[in-house]
């Protein structure tokens, strides 16, 4: 009976020892981590001057339709009547026909505001984030129609099912509390 | 910008050889800084400059929805501890495998179908490896949380983590229909799967390759009610197994159940059958699905082969045996293994096909010749990552290999036990043998 009982006690000793251990090793794990942590969260976010418009956006996020969609940074606009975003290279005519059209959505609005400017608006609902209009107005205009991811969207995966393809590394975890890299703020901030 | 202008200051340096270098650079910096303007399109100037509009035209302003409040991701941390607090009372307090069930609905609800199971502490495992191997990245601490409380949660009181708190537990919990039970062989054999599942999923996140255990994770398109066909079929063909093999993916795949089985050995408490004395009656050994509950151990048996101790040398001098053996196909995988990291992948492609450069349809390759990389740089890159495959795969060769033989080795441990037990590191916490079991306080 006594032999049993110093077994039992012993038996207690070894579990104590090992719980002790693995509390402590967690609290060694969880301490290191800590040394680094940060007390923001982090978001999926497109660097615009990286991205070369390869189109995986519209393919490659977990959603349908994607979460990225192009964001239209108006300070950069030059108002074009001929603009490479919104027209195709080979357009028959500088319309809102749908056979001139790039986008292939028709998620591009444009309004006339006065000779010869035309504001393009972007309709977020129909926009698949193809980045088309994004190659089309980077190479023949200002630039001012690129990617974003939009975070009321965006599901947040914790690694990005885009970012793991993006043959430019072009997306990566920003903070949340600076969600989104607008072009046109670009202009303000001399270090960009 | 003014890195690019300075890198580019440094490369024209290299042809010039007059005293007052600095006025040519001045003048090569003017000149860098036209062509930027002119041609490179991250320049701050514009091809079309704005228009000046004469009909009093206001410019509206992009929006930029905020992403999801910081506080609610903390109100998350909050309602996990609430569930694995609701979920540890109901298992060993109040006993009660009703409060158990309402609960996994409310966890599926919530951490499932509204937070679309992300966040989860599975997946935390890999943002925790990826802290301490990639300088650059720090882990939030809301994510850091949600790894380490459970752990610590299943340290005192076992898996109520499991029972409750887990979406992907809940909803495989909750089709449970007409639970089969394995034998015990084929249970110890596919209880393997996890082991190798942890050890690839750290191996991956540490060399910044991928997040497999969220890639693959089988219920976050059910949850999202969205995902490639492929991930759908599999979520579904996991929940039809999940009728019959009860919990398949906790019991043969989650790389967290093994740390969470790992505290809940040694767990200070933990869910009983029986409220005070077990009178043997055997009604709860068919109520568990999971086939985690142990029966009493028949020493007269055991006494009698007679092969007790002698088997129990023999594996424990086998065990470095099986970490050799792990260490071994560790290091023979590790170049089949970093091909899934997309930087090795593309310098073995274009090593392998140079004809590829002159495919215009390859996006990745034509993106990397676009950017003017040198093609050396990307070698030595990707040489860089496969060297740490190289490592961290004889590692995970080794800690599987030390698996193995513990598992083997415990086949033949004999621990005396008079009554039905749950099985401290499988025992999931449901609370169903509770139900089972006539005795009354």
């Known amino acids: 009976m006594e032999n049993n009982s110093k077994s039992q006690s012993r038996r207690k000793f070894i579990r104590n020892g090992v719980r002790a251990s693995l509390l402590l090793s967690l609290g060694a794990v969880s301490v290191s981590a800590l040394r680094k942590v940060s007390g923001d969260d982090y978001v999926w976010q497109i660097d615009p001057f990286k991205c070369t418009q390869c189109g995986r956006c519209a393919t490659e996020c977990v959603l349908n339709p994607s979460a990225v969609k192009c964001l239209h940074a108006f300070d950069l606009c030059g108002y074009c009547d001929l603009c490479g975003g919104y027209l195709k290279p080979d357009a028959n005519a500088q319309s809102t026909a749908a056979e001139n059209q790039l986008c292939p959505t028709a998620a591009i609005e444009r309004r006339f505001i006065e000779e010869p400017y035309f504001e393009y608006h972007i309709n977020e609902d129909l926009c698949i984030g193809c980045a088309k209009c994004v190659a089309g107005c980077t190479s023949f205009g200002n630039g001012s129609m690129h990617l974003q991811i939009m975070h009321h969207i965006c599901v947040n995966c914790n690694e990005c099912s885009i970012a793991r393809v993006c043959p430019s590394d072009a997306i990566s975890r920003v903070k949340a509390s600076e969600a989104y890299n607008v072009k046109g703020d670009f202009t303000n901030n001399s270090e960009a | ?441």
Request: proline share 6%; aromatic share 14%.
């Open chain 2, 1 to 441: 910008m003014r890195n690019q202008l300075n890198q580019n200051k440094n490369q024209n340096c290299f042809g010039l050889r007059i005293p007052d270098i600095r006025h040519k650079l001045k003048y090569l910096l003017f000149t860098f800084a036209f062509f930027l303007f002119t041609f490179n399109l991250s320049a701050q100037k514009q091809r079309f400059p704005k228009p000046e509009f004469d009909t009093g035209y206001t410019q509206p302003t992009p929006v930029t929805p905020e992403p999801r409040a910081l506080a609610m991701e903390y109100f998350d941390v909050l309602v996990l501890l609430l569930v694995l607090a609701a979920a540890t009372y109901f298992a060993l307090k109040s006993r009660s495998r009703q409060g158990i069930l309402w609960l996994s609905v409310f966890t599926l609800v919530y951490f499932g179908f509204y937070r679309n199971g992300c966040i989860c502490s599975i997946g935390a495992i890999q943002n925790v490896t990826l802290t301490f191997f990639d300088p650059a990245y720090a882990i939030s601490l809301t994510a850091l949380l949600f790894f380490v409380i459970p752990l610590v949660v299943t340290l005192f009181f076992g898996r109520t983590f499991c029972a409750g708190a887990c979406p992907l537990g809940a909803i495989q919990d909750l089709v449970v229909v007409k639970p089969i039970s394995l034998p015990k062989w084929l249970n110890k054999t596919l209880g393997l799967i996890p082991y190798l599942y942890l050890s690839l999923a750290v191996l991956f996140a540490a060399t910044g390759t991928d997040f497999i255990i969220c890639r693959y994770d089988p219920f976050v398109g059910i949850f999202r009610m969205d995902a490639k066909f492929l991930m759908i079929v599999l979520g579904i063909a996991f929940l039809l197994m999940g009728m019959f093999v009860a919990r398949p993916y906790c019991r043969f795949l989650c790389p967290y159940g093994v740390l969470l089985s790992w505290m809940s050995r040694f767990s200070s408490r933990h869910l009983t059958i029986t409220p005070s004395k077990c009178i043997q009656c055997k009604l709860c050994t068919h109520s568990c699905p999971f086939d985690a509950i142990d029966f009493p151990t028949n020493e007269k048996e055991v006494v009698k082969s007679g092969l007790g101790p002698k088997r129990f040398i023999t594996y424990a001098l086998v065990i470095p045996l099986w970490i050799a053996l792990g260490v071994f196909v560790g290091a023979k995988s590790h170049t089949f293994l970093s091909k899934a990291n997309q930087d090795v992948y593309l310098a073995e492609l274009l090593i392998a096909h140079p004809e590829l450069r002159n495919d215009p349809d390859n996006i990745d390759v034509q993106t990397f010749l676009a950017s003017g990389k040198p093609m050396e740089q990307l070698v030595s890159e990707a040489t860089a990552i496969r060297e740490k495959f190289y490592i961290g795969s004889m590692i995970a060769g080794g800690f599987m290999g030390l698996v193995i033989g513990m598992t083997l080795l415990n086949t033949v441990v004999f621990r005396k036990r008079q009554d039905y037990e749950p099985h401290k590191g499988n025992c999931f916490s449901c609370a169903r043998c509770v139900d089972y079991c006539p005795v009354e306080k």
